[in-house]
């Protein structure tokens, strides 16, 4: 099935650092949305985006949907321990609710 | 609000045997559910999207005779795995999406692990 492309695979931190992961597409996409899944539950929506160039802060969290609607990013500003976890971005066509997943980020941050 | 659960969280079962997965919206009715499957340290792969009273859509690749889904109500979905073997052992993860709800919204379950031997 059809991935995104997700970068970086994995990330390894200390605490208070500030994170970026993007998210390439080869096709357009009318929503992006980014999750986060901890091991062994289900992924958790922490932001969504519907607008080409709309960008949308969730806390220490800020997306961007990208100006070709291609592509996105996600910044983690400050980083704490709790953020560990896989980060994954999804694309949305709209013409049906179907969702597409990146690859993931692996994120390892250290106290 | 919007939660989904899901039963068993985990299973384990022999080969040959077949395993029933429940998706339930708690307080929300969902015109549509969904089901994905995730291989370990791999990304969600959509296997069919399933809508109250009619048959599920697959997605290209997925076995419809083998991976059975019901949508009998508009709180519950159910995927049966048929004939299971050990490389059917993956996580199981379904989403709803809210009936009135806007389009892109889907509320995800914990995930069900199914082990086959």
């Known amino acids: 099935g059809q991935q995104l492309n997700q970068s970086p695979q994995s990330m390894f931190i200390q605490e208070g650092e500030d994170v970026s992961m993007n998210c390439t597409s080869s096709?357009?996409?009318?929503?992006w949305l980014w999750y986060k899944q901890d091991p062994g539950e289900g992924p958790v929506l922490l932001i969504a985006l519907y607008k080409a160039g709309e960008l949308t802060s969730n806390g220490r969290l800020t997306a961007q949907f990208g100006i070709t609607r291609k592509d996105s990013f996600l910044n983690i500003s400050a980083s704490i321990p709790s953020d560990v976890g896989i980060y994954f971005c999804a694309g949305q066509s709209g013409a049906t609710n179907k969702l597409i997943f990146g690859t993931g980020t692996l994120l390892a941050v250290q106290p | 609000g919007a939660v989904v659960s899901q039963h068993p969280s985990r299973v384990i079962c022999k080969s040959g045997t077949s395993v029933k997965i429940e998706c339930r919206s708690l307080?929300?009715?969902?015109?549509?559910m969904f089901w994905y499957r995730q291989f370990p340290k791999k990304s969600l792969m959509l296997m069919a999207t399933?809508?109250?009273?009619?048959?599920?859509?697959?997605e290209q690749g997925v076995e419809k005779d083998k991976f059975l889904i019901n949508h009998a109500s508009l709180t519950l979905s159910t995927l049966t795995v048929t004939s299971a073997h050990p490389e059917d052992s993956s996580f199981y993860i379904c989403s709803a999406s809210p009936l009135g709800g806007a389009t892109d919204t889907q509320y995800f379950g914990p995930g069900t692990r199914l082990t086959v031997l």
């Open positions: 307080d929300f009715q969902a015109t549509t």
């Open positions: 399933s809508n109250e009273g009619s048959k599920a859509t697959y």
């Open positions: 096709s357009i996409f009318n929503t």
